[in-house]
């Protein structure tokens, strides 16, 4: 059985050494989040989450969920360890005082997340969804509505969920079926079923708040014709009180591959009583706000999952005595040396590490500019800040969850057959990453919301602040000898990605085909130039807490040298994408479609 431990000292070298975390919260006025109190805040949430949530992780796969004429049941320990983590007020950490919250910056939340996560994927899906769901209220509601629901929302005693697609449309929301009539008393009776909502239905909280894209009759068909409405599963009154049961239930729960301690429901909507968000037919806009919160957190998802199969990887490999080490005995003392002497051993458990570790300092970065969304008065500060989330949220998402997946099938490679018996964990890890490179739009979504609307969209104005940010760091660091082995490839890396652009963007105007051909390699080859970035900014600061004879040398020389790794044996893959997008996508077409098999 994987037994987590809570990685303080890389989270905390991110946020204090690498992002300078107490400087960010000073300028945005977060006085509270001292140094001091993130420590505090961190030790915590890591005895949370390795003494309570992660114990749990292999039990909830094995019992799942239980479904039982609507009513959904989760797994044993689960309820009683949601009621620990709302009264030990984990829910209210980064949300509004206005609405009962601690008012402490995202990003902090962030780090948590991700601890949470790789403890108890599972889990951390019930509390997880009702973020979105209090953006979406928080930013789009009414007064009226936010004093009815946020307040309860934001303490966790109620939770969220986001019902998006039916079974015959997928990912093309425009096709949806479920309808909204307009009542009397300017409610809306909602009818429809959505399937895949994860957490739709469970015995954890009091109320689900469900928000729900609908059509009301007469709107414009496609994605113009969408509102957005809340749906709670019991009405409440307007003063945030519980009223009788609303007309929605939970249809069935999903078999799945992984993932089985959280509830995937089918729920049905049978003249429910909703309430609409914002402007009619302006639904998916406001949607977003759900959708991009949604995306950072299943990002999160994918570096958790690298995390914890290296930490249950490493400890196998240091343990397991396997063969003799060809470069000679290095365990005299017993009858075989331990895998971790292996190079390809370490070469998966550093693909790992360089994945997690990386991972973790992009995700710190992001969640840190959304800090700024939220709390930054310049309001050029603030649209920079937008603009680079808008860049690199679907990298993120797409680019972690592919290699996280990547991460926990090496984890299962190092434990050998051992890593294919669900006893050791492993497999499980698998099982439920997966998952994480199809929520919120699939790889292939995020790779064409990348290139083709967001960098070809905008011509490729987008590109530019952040690559302005590396292009400076480059500058910065270009006469420094012990950073010429990051900078030299890290201005290679970027100005390809530059040249890339254009060619693509040149092909699209004679084959529009060429931008669905090139689109998950472009988002790849942008993931690894993205990371090598932040493992360029990391060895350089461990090169100068070096410089100053730190007492933890062996953190710091251990950083430097898993950065080495990523620039010499994980960023070439970027090549590899890069020529896959120069051939283009004649030979993807060329295939008739009634040829594919015979």
Not at 412 to 430: D, P, S, T, Y
Not at 585 to 593: I, R, W
Request: include cysteine; proline fraction near 3%.
């Amino acid at each position: 059985m994987l037994e987590y431990k809570a990685p303080i000292r890389d989270i905390t070298f991110v946020m204090q050494e690498l992002l300078d975390c107490e400087s960010h919260y000073e300028k945005l006025g977060y006085q509270d989040a001292t140094v001091d109190m993130i420590d505090a805040i961190v030790s915590e949430a890591a005895k949370f989450t390795e003494q309570v949530i992660a114990p749990l992780n292999q039990i909830g796969d094995q019992q799942g969920c239980q479904w039982n004429d609507g009513v959904v049941t989760t797994p044993d320990g689960f309820k009683e360890a949601y009621q620990q983590y709302v009264e030990g007020g984990w829910p209210t950490l980064s949300q509004s005082e206005e609405f009962g919250g601690q008012g402490l910056p995202h990003s902090l939340n962030a780090a948590i997340a991700e601890m949470m996560v790789s403890a108890n994927h599972s889990f951390t899906m019930y509390p997880g969804l009702s973020h979105g769901a209090l953006a979406t209220i928080e930013a789009h509601g009414s007064d009226e509505q936010k004093q009815m629901f946020l307040p309860r929302l934001v303490d966790g005693n109620w939770t969220g969920t986001m019902c998006l697609t039916e079974s015959h449309c997928g990912t093309d929301l425009g096709m949806l079926r479920t309808k909204a009539e307009l009542n009397d008393d300017d409610s809306y009776s909602l009818t429809g079923t959505k399937i895949f909502i994860s957490a739709g239905e469970h015995d954890l909280s009091d109320n689900i708040v469900h928000i729900v894209i609908a059509r009301i009759p007469g709107s414009p068909e496609g994605t113009k014709g969408i509102s957005l409405f809340i749906v709670p599963k019991f009405n409440v009154n307007s003063d945030g009180t519980m009223a009788d049961r609303n007309a929605v239930n939970c249809g069935s729960i999903e078999h799945k591959m992984g993932i089985n301690a959280n509830a995937t429901c089918v729920i049905n909507f049978d003249n429910a009583k909703g309430y609409l968000i914002g402007e009619v037919n302006r639904g998916l806009n406001c949607m977003f706000t759900f959708m991009n919160a949604a995306r950072l957190g299943v990002a999160n998802e994918g570096a958790a999952a690298a995390e914890m199969s290296f930490q249950g990887a490493l400890a196998y490999a240091q343990d397991r005595l396997q063969m003799r080490s060809i470069s000679g005995v290095k365990n005299p003392d017993g009858p075989a040396d331990p895998i971790i002497v292996h190079p390809d051993v370490r070469r998966m458990l550093l693909t790992q590490k360089s994945i997690a570790e990386g991972g973790r300092a992009l995700l710190a970065y992001l969640s840190q500019l959304v800090d700024i969304t939220h709390a930054e008065k310049d309001e050029t500060r603030k649209a920079l800040a937008e603009n680079k989330l808008a860049l690199l949220t679907p990298i993120a998402k797409a680019f972690l969850t592919e290699t996280g997946l990547e991460c926990t099938s090496h984890g299962v490679q190092i434990f050998g057959g051992h890593g294919f018996i669900k006893e050791w964990g492993m497999e499980q890890l698998i099982r439920d990453a997966k998952i994480s490179c199809l929520y919120e739009g699939t790889t292939g979504i995020q790779a064409l919301d990348l290139l083709a609307r967001k960098i070809l969209g905008s011509k490729g104005e987008i590109l530019k602040p952040f690559m302005g940010d590396v292009t400076a760091f480059c500058q910065e660091n270009y006469d420094n000898p012990e950073m010429a082995e990051f900078i030299k490839p890290l201005m290679s890396y970027f100005k390809q990605w530059q040249s890339i652009t254009q060619d693509v963007g040149i092909k699209a105007m004679t084959n529009a085909d060429e931008i669905g051909g090139a689109s998950v390699d472009y988002i790849m080859f942008a993931g690894y130039a993205t990371l090598a970035y932040f493992w360029a900014k990391m060895a350089k600061v461990a090169q100068d807490k070096l410089a100053i004879n730190d007492d933890d040398q062996a953190f710091y020389q251990a950083k430097i040298k898993t950065a080495q790794f990523y620039f010499q044996r994980i960023l070439p893959r970027g090549q590899g994408h890069a020529a896959c997008i120069e051939n283009g996508a004649s030979t993807m077409m060329s295939l008739a479609a009634d040829d594919f098999a015979f």
